[in-house]
């Protein structure tokens, strides 16, 4: 549908509406009405709604430019960020919003997906183990190679927003399931040179049914990724890499 059919519409706005630090308070969808503007966001109308007629509504954003992962949040079924799905995607004028699932809700539209990224990465120890432990703050960085940078740059444009984990049939049925974004951030350790981590070491924290062996490759994360990462890839690599390990030991 095009910019200019959908401007003047009344969209309608089908929001989850609980707070749970609220006594008494129980889940329940709300229905919102505003008109649409040209060029109008998923993001820009929950400000206007919240702004204009519905103060105690609760979302979360910060960049508005799909970089900080914050509002990210089920659109008609589909995990996704708000600001950047076009309300003329949508030519009904119907639409659903619901909290992602898999976190812990703080109210409303807004979860705690910052909780599990902290746990996620000090179950799966997600920094640099340099290969020395000789560190000397003066000395020079040494060079990586242009291919081995942009291969690691690839997978730091996750912005751990949580679709990936919303998205996952296995993450949903088994909280224990590092998710596509656990073992995404691994595969950046495991390719960075500088890392002195052996493949034995990965195996131990992923190398089971909580991690590559638990993916049932369903492409959820592939399919709703905001960033476009190569989910499956990653995934296939590392467990190929975590069956060689098996077949070596």
């Known amino acids: 549908m095009?910019?200019?059919?959908?401007?003047?519409?009344?969209?309608?706005?089908?929001?989850?509406?609980?707070?749970?630090?609220?006594?008494g308070d129980k889940p329940k969808m709300v229905k919102y009405q505003i008109e649409e503007a040209p060029g109008m966001t998923v993001f820009i109308a929950l400000n206007r709604l919240r702004e204009e007629q519905d103060p105690s509504l609760q979302f979360d954003f910060v960049c508005r430019a799909g970089i900080?992962?914050?509002?990210?949040m089920v659109i008609n079924g589909f995990p996704t960020l708000a600001c950047r799905t076009l309300t003329s995607k949508y030519p009904e004028g119907e639409?659903?919003?619901?909290?992602?699932p898999g976190f812990e809700l703080?109210?409303?539209?807004?979860?705690?997906?910052?909780?599990?990224?902290?746990?996620?990465?000090e179950r799966l120890k997600?920094?640099?183990?340099p290969v020395s432990d000789d560190i000397d703050v003066h000395r020079l960085e040494a060079p990586m190679a242009p291919e081995e940078a942009a291969k690691l740059y690839?997978?730091?444009?996750?912005?751990?927003?949580?679709?990936?984990v919303s998205a996952c049939a296995t993450a949903q049925m088994k909280d224990t399931f590092v998710g596509a974004v656990g073992m995404m951030k691994l595969a950046r350790f495991e390719l960075d040179s500088r890392d002195g981590r052996e493949l034995e070491d990965f195996y131990h924290v992923i190398g089971n049914q909580d991690g590559v062996f638990g993916c049932m490759t369903l492409l959820g994360c592939q399919d709703n990724c905001p960033k476009d990462l190569p989910h499956m890839q990653q995934i296939a690599y590392?467990?190929?890499k975590m069956a060689n390990t098996i077949v070596s030991c």
């Not at 095009?2 to 630090?21: C, E, H, K, M, V």
């Not at 639409?95 to 992602?100: A, E, T």
């Not at 703080?106 to 990465?121: C, H, P, Q, W, Y």
Request: with cysteine.
């Open 95 to 100: 639409i659903k919003l619901m909290p992602l």
């Open 2 to 23: 095009s910019q200019q059919a959908t401007t003047g519409r009344t969209l309608t706005f089908n929001i989850f509406r609980y707070d749970p630090q609220e006594p």
């Open 154 to 164: 690839e997978l730091e444009r996750c912005v751990e927003c949580g679709v990936c």
């Open 126 to 129: 997600l920094w640099l183990h």
């Open 106 to 121: 703080i109210g409303d539209l807004s979860v705690n997906t910052g909780k599990f990224m902290r746990e996620l990465a």
């Open 238 to 240: 590392l467990r190929r």
């Open 68 to 72: 900080c992962g914050s509002c990210a």
